[in-house]
T-cell receptor, first 115, second 113 residues
Framework: EPEVTQTPSHQVTQMGQEVILRCVPI?????FYWYRQILGQKVEFLVS????????KSEIFDDQFSVERPDGSNFTLKIRSTKLEDSAMYFC?????????????FGDGTRLSIL | AQKITQTQPGMFVQEKEAVTLDCTYD???????LFWYKQPSSGEMIFLIY??????QNATEGRYSLNFQKARKSANLVISASQLGDSAMYFC??????????FGTGTSLTVIP
């Protein structure tokens, strides 16, 4: 069964550095998402992406964050000048279409640790 | 505003028994979707079941069923015949208008042998 893949599984970075989290969505999916889950807390929506542009973003997704689909397969989340509070699990998800009953398919996540 | 509420931070159930995990939502949109996900200790998010606002019947998927009470805005997950492998976090999620999904705070389920 096709799946969403995320790399790396764990990223350790010094505060102030830039990180790029990578995702390969399911190939025929059209909608892509990034979520954040701080340890022990709920999953928080960051951004959704369709047709090579952001369709929605949350208050969390400020100028520190950016997303890109540089080619036909990868979907990346860049965090500039990381802060300690950026430490979290970051999930990528994709969705085939916008039919109401279509779920998001999640990757296994990237655990980001900021030192 | 709280879009999705899960009031049970932790639940315990005896193996082979049924358990209900609560979820209430908040929307005035006529069209919406409700999803349940399972998150084992390994961290991945696994889709379990979906309920649409216009669905006349409660959704079922194997041992999972959804007790959908539209007037009360609740979409409780029922797991029948619990197994040890069901021990995990369970998240209720909703999609209203637009392309944004909201998640509850989750319920940690522990199945006791």
């Amino acid at each position: 069964e096709p799946e969403v893949t995320q790399t790396p599984s764990h990223q350790v970075t010094q505060m102030g550095q830039e990180v790029i989290l990578r995702c390969v969505p399911i190939s025929n999916h059209l909608y892509f998402y990034w979520y954040r889950q701080i340890l022990g807390q709920k999953v928080e929506f960051l951004v959704s992406f369709y047709n090579n542009e952001i369709s929605e973003k949350s208050e969390i997704f400020d100028d520190q964050f950016s997303v890109e689909r540089p080619d036909g397969s990868n979907f990346t989340l860049k965090i500039r000048s990381t802060k300690l509070e950026d430490s979290a699990m970051y999930f990528c998800a994709s969705r085939e279409g916008l039919w109401q009953n279509q779920p998001q398919h999640f990757g296994d996540g990237t655990r980001l640790s900021i030192l | 505003a709280q879009k999705i509420t899960q009031t049970q931070p932790g639940m315990f159930v005896q193996e082979k028994e049924a358990v209900t995990l609560d979820c209430t939502y908040d929307t005035s949109d006529p069209s919406y979707g409700l999803f349940w996900y399972k998150q084992p200790s390994s961290g991945e998010m696994i889709f379990l079941i979906y309920q649409g606002s216009y669905d006349q019947q409660n959704a079922t998927e194997g041992r999972y069923s959804l007790n959908f009470q539209k007037a009360r805005k609740s979409a409780n997950l029922v797991i029948s015949a619990s197994q040890l492998g069901d021990s995990a976090m369970y998240f209720c999620s909703s999609r209203y208008t637009g392309n944004q999904f909201y998640f509850g705070t989750g319920t940690s389920l522990t199945v006791i042998p």
